[in-house]
């Protein structure tokens, strides 16, 4: 079993930046992608980004390509989600998730992820 938690929202004016962190404990060594995902009230958890825990690769939605980076430090456990450029569209309440296995299914599928953190508030003012 792997937990992972969340931290580093807030409340930021359109144009600022904001990074998010998301350690994880337990079996990490079983981690294999750590994604995040964001929620607005009413709407499906939609795909922001992944990375591949071992190689490193980065995943994105088109939405946030070219503003959001995404990155871990292994030795540290810990992902995180740089977002630059920040829209008021970007308000969600973000989500870290663990990705035990590879598989053939898509990356940006949240039902592939079996460990959830329990999110934290992002704000972006215009």
């Known amino acids: 079993q792997v937990h992972v938690v969340e931290s580093g929202g807030g409340l930021v004016q359109a144009g600022g930046s904001l990074r998010l962190s998301c350690t994880a404990s337990g079996r990490t060594a079983s981690t294999v992608f750590m994604g995040w995902f964001r929620q607005t009230p009413g709407k499906e958890r939609e795909f922001v980004a992944a990375?591949?825990?071992?190689?490193?690769?980065?995943y994105y939605a088109d939405s946030v390509k070219g503003r959001f980076a995404i990155s871990r430090d292994n030795a540290k456990n810990t992902g995180y989600l740089l977002m630059n450029n920040l829209k008021p569209v970007d308000t969600a309440v973000y989500f870290c998730?663990?990705?035990?296995?590879?598989?053939?299914?898509?990356?940006?599928?949240?039902?592939?992820?079996?460990?959830w953190g329990q999110g934290t508030q992002v704000t972006v003012s215009s």
């Open positions: 990375i591949s825990w071992s190689e490193g690769t980065n």
């Open positions: 998730a663990a990705r035990l296995y590879r598989g053939d299914e898509p990356i940006h599928r949240p039902y592939t992820y079996g460990s």
